[in-house]
């Protein structure tokens, strides 16, 4: 069975950090870019930061740029999404996403995806 687990989110200050991790089951991830996605409530669903197959590109939505990093391992097949300086709009579940050979930023744009995570809390809040 596929299956995509995030972890690592939680409460936190502001100002803070987190590292969210996302590791695949099932299948492995040589092949797959790999989405981080956001959701807070009330609101649609939008990319945060996406990665290629080799982590060699990356796209970042412009609210999270140089605060958010987005890395994989693919030997361990996981990827981190490192977050520094987090803010209270940072607030929403956070979800994990892989798409077999899909253009980054178009992934992270379009937010499709062949799997989804189950989504991980994160709150940002004094």
């Known amino acids: 069975q596929l299956q995509l687990v995030e972890s690592g989110g939680g409460l936190v200050q502001p100002g803070g950090s987190l590292r969210l991790s996302c590791t695949a089951s099932?299948?492995?991830?040589?092949?797959?870019?790999i989405g981080w996605f956001r959701q807070a409530p009330g609101k649609e669903r939008e990319g945060v930061s996406c990665v290629s197959s080799s982590g060699g590109t990356t796209y970042y939505a412009d609210s999270v740029k140089g605060r958010f990093t987005v890395s994989r391992d693919n030997a361990k097949n996981t990827v981190y999404l490192q977050m520094n300086s987090l803010k209270p709009e940072d607030t929403a579940v956070y979800y994990c996403?892989?798409?077999?050979?899909?253009?980054?930023?178009?992934?992270?744009?379009?937010?499709?995806?062949?799997?989804w995570g189950q989504g991980t809390q994160v709150t940002v809040s004094s």
């Open positions: 099932g299948f492995t991830l040589d092949y797959y870019t």
């Open positions: 996403a892989a798409g077999r050979l899909a253009a980054v930023r178009a992934m992270c744009i379009r937010a499709i995806a062949d799997n």
